[in-house]
């Protein structure tokens, strides 16, 4: 009698896990479907939102500067062993503190938030996160719920109005990942920063003074998209101890403020420009 | 499925045993979205039936046990969907699979079960693959 309710409860489990399994099989999420954006359709999409920006926003291509920013980088991928040619940045004069990344893998990064980086690990933390959410596919996936598939792919057919790409970089400019989304980057964030041997826990301080600086976050953290700053900079903290490194210094304090220095020369310069004359 | 049995239940044994399956299909409306309510009905059933006859207890005991392996398969899917809704699970192919293979298996044990009650009223013997035999362990067999 327990012989034969053995013998029928392991084929009733091989028959249910059995069909879960094979049932799985079947591709229900249509990440494979149509409803993805192709490699080059993301790369034109890209060169779309790069064109509005420089035609709306003065870039900064001064070696001086753009090098500066490029050591930064190739320390972060060199370590993780991603291609540095994958991902470009784009300095862009603008005084506000953000910096975000588009298809097309590049990462803009505001003059604002060079200015108010304390050290060139800050810095690195803000690419370290946006790499992130660029090896995460964050972005298509993002722009995919906010704008919509046809939208994009109308988009990188190079039919596009420019009303549509500002919608585009304001939807990417803006803190719109949600939870899980920043959770993963800053997971994966982490990690990069302690592979390339920078203190994780600058990448903690530069959210804490974020979170200092504007209240909107803390307060209204109930229909934020963002994890309070708070519990990322406990989160980041608490993550870097799982990652072993040994902090090595960026750059020398004079390299560092002298970039700042000429970032703000550029700033200046650009308002002087913006300037009507009479 | 099906064993005759040298036993013959009277008409109003019959009808009870038959009921104990007719418990979990009533309540299958609501059951579908809270998969406790159908193992409630079946169980408030299988404990008025206490003092019944072998017979009507051995049906109530079968219906039971399967209700119990429906109710635990339908709890995970609810979970699971609550924490893909409310949580930080993301929706994968290995969740709808889950939902359609518990879909499948709930239609399955529906019609098994209106096809017990039906020929358990008409006084036929029926023992399901795996709580047929669990039950005969719990309860012994049949004579």
Known sequence: MVNKFFFHFVTFLCLFFGTWFLLSKIDYNGSKSLLILSKSSEEKLGKEIVKYIKESNEVIYKDSITDVMDIIKNRIYLSNKIDTSKVKILIVIN???????????????????????DNPEELASILAHESAHIEC???????????????????SAGNSSSGIIREIVKTLSSTAFDRKMEEQA?????????KANIDPSHFADLLFRLSKKSDFADRFEWISTHPGS??????????SKKYPFKPEAMFD?????????????EEEQDHRRAEPSY | ????????????????ASNSYLMSVIAITFGFLLPIINLIATLIFFLGNLKASR?????????????????IVNIVGVTW???????????????????????TFNVFQFIITIYAAVVTRKGRHIEWWVFGPLTNVLFGELG
């Not at chain 2, 969907?81 to 879909?103: M, P």
Request: hydrophobic letters at 45%; one cysteine or more.
């Open chain 2, 55 to 71: 017979f009507v207890r051995w049906h109530c005991t079968q219906a039971l046990l399967s209700q119990i392996a429906i109710a």
């Open chain 1, 186 to 194: 800053d997971t994966v964030a982490v990690r990069y920063l302690a």
């Open chain 1, 95 to 117: 005084k506000e503190i953000n910096a975000f990344a588009i298809p097309g893998n590049t990462i803009i990064v505001y003059t604002g938030i060079i200015d108010f980086c």
């Open chain 1, 230 to 239: 708070k519990e990322r900079t406990a989160e980041i903290l608490k993550l």
């Open chain 2, 81 to 103: 969907s609550l924490r893909i809704i409310y949580g930080n699970l993301e929706v994968t192919n290995y969740y709808f699979s889950y939902l359609i293979t518990i879909f």
């Open chain 2, 1 to 16: 499925m099906e064993q005759i049995r040298t036993y013959k239940p009277n008409d109003f044994e019959l009808e009870k």
């Open chain 1, 137 to 155: 596919n964050h972005i298509t996936r993002k722009l995919k719920e906010e704008i919509g598939i046809s939208i994009l792919t109308v988009i």
């Open chain 1, 253 to 265: 304090s004079e390299t560092w403020h002298m970039f700042k220095k000429k970032v703000k020369i």
